[in-house]
Every structure is written in structure tokens, then in C-alpha cells.
């Protein structure tokens, strides 16, 4: 049978593919399954559904019908259960079907599962937070690596890898996520911080002052975090008022000029001039003080 790619390339690649799903096996043609034998998937990865989508999906379904079938197994007690297509599954429900179109396949769980979370993470009106934690289902309840894992979901490693650093951010940020407070680029900026409490401040500030990601990015940078300090995300005028009373503290204490630079990425240096070698021996003298 041809491959069909309204099915999503990850999903297709893993149903067609019998040597790396050796438990699932295409069905010859499309049925028509009554939609009363048809029950949800309990391992369905989706944690919500949008009613006024569905409203919509419903009207569209009721014009023209069904495009893309549905993907079932049949169950021990006869029922149909869905592996993909729970969305249009309700859709179909509202707009009064009895019947719907579907590929009917073999699976037992642990494959079931692994079609499921595959098909899902092809979905464009997922939060980041749920392609996250579909990611590490797939690695904790399928056994895959991530290098497996990115050939199966069509994705590169290092994509695969940003989603699931999300999931170390606190809980606070993980839902302005959901939420759509921020975006991935923002979380993305402030997960390279590793102080909580600073991924915080950084977290509120954004939304506070409704910063760009490369603003966030900026300040990331400008951050100096040393562990059990109470450090909060300062704009760079700040900080750069800070650097110019350090240099002013600095020249003051060895009396002369102290020449300080810094660049964003944090590189820079302290240059302390002389003129002559006594005040060389005053330089020293005040170091070996302190």
C-alpha cells in the first residue's frame, strides 16, 4: 500500500515501516467502523481540545465529510480503539455521524503508545510543554534514545534535546508556556541561566515589561551569577552603571586611572597604570594589604 502522507511523515514512517514496528501491519483498504464501537485511546497524549476548533472541525466535516481517516486497532472485547485521530473522532461525534472512514491496524500497547506520542508531536497546535513531555514518554515508556527518537518524529536531535530542557524550568515558567505569556525563544534564552530563582526574575520581568526574546537573550548575558547569591535580571543600562562605580572604586582605592572594559558576552579587563616604578610599589603595596 502507498504511504500517506496526510498521515504525517513521523507517523507514516512508523506504521509503514514493519522492520522498526514489527507489531503493527497496514490494513488492506479503509472501513467504515460504526462510531459507537469506537472508544478513545487511553494513552492519548493530548490533554486538551479546543471546543471552538472542534465546533469548527464539525461544521467543515458535516459539508465535506472526512479527509483523512482515522488509525484503530481492535481491541480483546471487540471495541475499535483510536491510535490517531481522537479530534476528528469528537468532531464526528458533534456533527451527528454514525459511521467514519479508518484504517484498521494491529498493535498491542506498548506500539499503540508509540504511534500515539509520534503522531501527536506531528500536530502544529501543540504547547511546547506538551511536545516536552510527549518527548520524554517516548524515551521513558518506549525506550528510545534520542538520537532513535529524532528519526522516528522527523526531527533533528538538537530540536529534540531544546524541548526537553523545558521541562527543567520551574513550574511557574512551564505554564506561562502553556499560556502563551511567553515564547519558546524566551524560555529558550532563560533555561542558560542555572539559578531557579534567577529564571524567575527573569520570567517576570519579561511579561512585566513584555520583552523580546532578544532583550531576554540580552539580559541573560549581562547576568553574573555566583552560587547562594541573590541575583535578579538587571537591563544593561544598570549594569553598565555598575561596571563605571566598580571602576570608580577600583581607582580610587590604587590611585590611578583604572583603565575597565567588559564586552556583552562578558569578556573584559582591569588595566592598572603607572608612571613610574614608585607608584609600581604603591600598586604592590596595596595589594599585599588586602
Not at 506498548?110 to 511536545?131: H, K
Request: net charge neutral; glycine share 4%.
Amino acid at each position: 500500500m502507498a504511504k500517506k502522507s496526510a498521515l504525517g511523515r513521523g507517523l507514516g514512517a512508523l506504521i509503514d515501516n514493519s522492520d522498526q514496528v514489527n507489531q503493527s501491519r497496514p490494513a488492506a483498504s479503509i472501513n467504515e467502523i460504526d462510531i459507537s464501537k469506537i472508544e478513545v485511546n487511553p494513552w492519548q497524549p493530548r490533554t486538551k481540545f479546543d471546543q471552538e476548533k472542534l465546533e469548527e472541525l464539525s461544521q467543515s466535516i458535516k459539508q465535506i465529510g472526512i479527509i483523512q481517516p482515522l488509525t484503530l486497532r481492535v481491541t480483546d472485547s471487540g471495541m475499535y480503539q483510536i491510535i490517531a485521530g481522537e479530534r476528528r473522532f469528537r468532531a464526528s461525534k458533534l456533527a451527528g455521524l454514525t459511521k467514519v472512514p479508518a484504517y484498521v491496524r494491529v498493535a498491542d500497547d506498548d506500539v499503540m503508545l508509540e504511534m500515539a506520542l509520534v503522531e501527536n508531536i506531528q500536530r502544529e497546535d501543540l504547547d511546547p510543554i506538551e511536545v516536552a513531555i510527549s518527548y520524554q514518554r517516548l524515551i521513558d515508556e518506549c525506550n528510545l534514545t534520542q538520537e532513535s527518537m529524532s528519526d522516528r518524529v522527523g526531527k533533528k536531535r538538537s530540536t529534540v534535546t531544546n524541548y526537553l530542557r523545558l521541562l527543567k524550568l520551574p513550574a511557574e515558567i512551564q505554564l506561562g508556556l502553556v499560556e502563551k505569556q511567553i515564547s519558546m525563544g524566551h524560555a529558550r534564552a532563560i533555561i542558560s541561566v542555572d539559578d531557579a530563582r534567577v529564571q524567575l526574575n527573569i520570567f517576570e520581568q519579561t511579561i512585566k515589561e513584555d520583552l523580546s526574546v532578544r532583550k531576554v537573550e540580552e539580559i541573560v548575558r549581562l547576568l553574573n551569577v555566583s552560587e547562594g547569591s541573590k541575583s535578579s535580571a538587571k537591563p544593561k543600562s544598570q549594569a553598565s552603571d555598575e561596571y563605571q562605580a566598580l571602576k570608580s572604586q577600583l581607582s580610587t582605592f590604587f590611585k590611578t586611572n583604572i583603565q575597565f572594559s567588559r564586552t556583552d558576552k562578558g569578556i573584559g579587563k582591569i588595566v592598572i597604570p603607572f608612571r613610574s616604578d614608585e607608584e609600581l610599589e604603591k600598586i604592590i603595596s596595596a595589594l599585599d594589604k588586602k
